[in-house]
């Protein structure tokens, strides 16, 4: 099992281009989630989806839009990247929903906005 | 809102001292908490879970007890070796029947001497 896989792992934008990011999952889990990493922040919650066809909004949803294409997969799109959007970025998955659940972390793609 | 404060570092310790990162949080009701750990460029990994006061997590001779009284989960380690070295998220998960996303610290680094 590869567990939770993005692409691409480095990207360079301009500001005002837009990006997709793409995670998938080979868990069969219902929950996935797109975090950002910043230096002194620890993750904060972008956007999430609870189960298949469901998506809802996170601490920091502001800029971007994600799509639950289907189980597997859920991508995090940006449609005019600004300076403030470098960050890493970490998808997760979790087997359901519900507090005594853990989450799953894919390696990262590491996002520069110049 | 829910929040988690961790000691931040650098921390930096000899190999097989003793080691103790504090971590508390604040929440309504009873979030379950974790302990997950990042190695230099990779995703982060599920170190130990506690999902009720007084459960004791435990994984690779980490360890962190759930103590509701005093709003922490304190993660210990009784001889620490240089594969440790890494960066520690303290974190809590509180939603009841949702599946929201984690709620993180900022994270500790910690860096293990030969």
């Known amino acids: 099992n590869a567990g939770v896989t993005q692409t691409p792992k480095f990207q360079v934008l301009k500001t005002g281009q837009s990006m997709t990011l793409q995670c998938a999952q080979d868990?069969?889990?219902?929950?996935m989630y797109w975090y950002r990493q910043d230096p002194g922040m620890g993750l904060r919650l972008i956007y999430y989806?609870?189960?298949?066809?469901?998506?809802d909004k996170g601490e920091v949803p502001n800029g971007y839009n994600v799509s639950r294409l289907n189980k597997r997969e859920f991508s995090l799109r940006l449609e005019s990247a600004a300076p403030s959007q470098t960050s890493v970025y970490f998808c997760?998955?979790?087997?359901?929903?519900?507090?005594?659940?853990?989450?799953?972390f894919g390696p990262g793609t590491r996002l520069t906005v110049t | 809102g829910d929040s988690v404060t961790q000691m931040e570092g650098p921390v930096t310790l000899s190999e097989e001292a003793f080691l103790t990162i504090n971590c508390t949080y604040t929440?309504?009701?009873?979030?379950?908490l974790f302990w997950y750990v990042q190695y230099p460029g990779e995703g982060l990994q599920l170190l130990l879970k506690?999902?009720?006061?007084?459960d004791k997590g435990s994984n690779k001779g980490f360890e962190a007890t759930y103590r509701k009284e005093t709003t922490s989960f304190h993660l210990e380690k009784g001889s620490v070796q240089v594969s440790d070295s890494a960066v520690y998220f303290c974190?809590?998960?509180?939603?009841?029947?949702?599946?929201?996303?984690?709620?993180f610290g900022k994270g500790t680094h910690l860096i293990i001497q030969p």
């Open positions: 997760a998955s979790s087997e359901g929903h519900g507090t005594i659940y853990e989450q799953y």
């Open positions: 868990m069969n889990h219902n929950s």
């Open positions: 989806s609870a189960s298949e066809g469901t998506t």
């Open positions: 929440a309504t009701g009873y979030p379950s």
């Open positions: 506690a999902t009720k006061a007084d």
């Open positions: 974190a809590l998960s509180n939603r009841g029947g949702g599946a929201d996303g984690l709620t």
